[in-house]
């Protein structure tokens, strides 16, 4: 085995919820928030995800079943509530890198070939849903430009101060979703109307980023959130809940913009300021309100093998 340990970091979405489901392109940074797998016994739980990594690599890079994974990511909760950074594609990650390590086949030589395994094994873990950009930052690290053709780099870090907001409360993924896809059934002009806004405002935000222009992005980060709200309330889904509707005021009245960060419903929100002093503000502002926020950098490196430690409890 080359490496004893390996770790994938969590992930926030800059732009393009929803709409990289319908081809947009979103901008995905990860964070300071970090999975870590090693080669462990037997567990008296195996999830969903470790189980679809295993399944994805028997065969491939191992001519049997693999060994088993142990994963801990502790740090993607708090009390017991997941705070929706994309712990299940760390997850993924870091175990899947894992396995390559322990294969005789390092991540930096593999990178390309993780990736693609780690997103088959999320995308089937997680019900054939979700757009695999969770797992494309997680393994690539930094900032990307994710699509459905596939994940680029965003060159250098994103100019904006941005904050970590967190609701307090866990949301479903999958359920919101699925209360969309309910509305492109139901009412096919009025679900396009809003995805049309939502990949419109993407697009725009993918420039933004790529050019550097902080202004833009804060007023089109603004722009975007509301449009999530107005996609939510058609399809009667709580996309922005009363919790980012309290971040997305205190962000636009200290100079800046907030939206959630994923699906909405809970889970964390970004917000986005062109000014240092007023990202200072809004902390401030969020304090006194008892709002919380997680001080956790942005644009860190992606998978990567570890030096050992004591202990990993299995996720």
Not at 4 to 32: N, R, W
Request: proline share 4%; net charge negative.
């Amino acid at each position: 085995m080359s490496v004893s340990q390996t770790s994938a970091p969590g992930k926030l979405f800059l732009s393009g919820e929803y709409a990289v489901l319908e081809g947009a392109t979103a901008v995905v940074t990860t964070v300071d928030a970090r999975a870590f797998a090693i080669i462990g016994g037997v567990s008296t739980h195996v999830s969903p995800v470790l189980r679809a990594v295993a399944d994805m690599v028997a065969g491939e890079i191992f001519t049997d079943r693999p060994p088993d994974v142990e994963v801990n990511s502790d740090v993607f909760s708090a009390s017991g509530i997941k705070l929706g950074l994309g712990s299940s594609a760390a997850v993924c990650a870091a175990a899947c890198g894992m396995l390559f390590e322990h294969a005789g086949l390092p991540i930096e030589d593999n990178r390309n070939r993780i990736l693609e395994f780690a997103s088959m094994a999320h995308f089937a873990a997680q019900g054939s849903r979700g757009s695999g950009a969770d797992v494309a930052a997680s393994v690539l690290g930094g900032t990307i430009l994710f699509c459905a053709r596939g994940a680029r780099p965003l060159v250098g870090e994103p100019g904006i101060c941005a904050k970590v907001v967190w609701t307090g409360s866990a949301s479903s993924t999958v359920g919101l979703l699925d209360r969309v896809r309910d509305l492109e059934r139901s009412d096919r002009s009025g679900y396009r109307r809003r995805m049309d806004d939502l990949v419109d405002l993407a697009g725009t935000l993918e420039e933004a980023y790529s050019l550097g222009e902080v202004k833009q992005i804060v007023d089109l980060t603004g722009e975007y959130g509301r449009a999530m709200k107005r996609l939510g309330e058609d399809a009667g889904a709580p996309i922005v809940t009363q919790e980012h509707q309290r971040f997305m005021t205190i962000a636009a009245e200290t100079g800046g913009a907030a939206k959630p960060s994923g699906a909405g419903g809970g889970d964390c929100a970004v917000a986005v300021f062109a000014q240092q002093q007023d990202a200072a503000l809004f902390e401030d502002r969020c304090a006194k309100d008892g709002l919380q926020i997680l001080n956790l950098p942005l644009h860190v490196e992606g998978l990567r093998a570890e030096p050992p430690t004591s202990s990993v409890t299995d996720n």
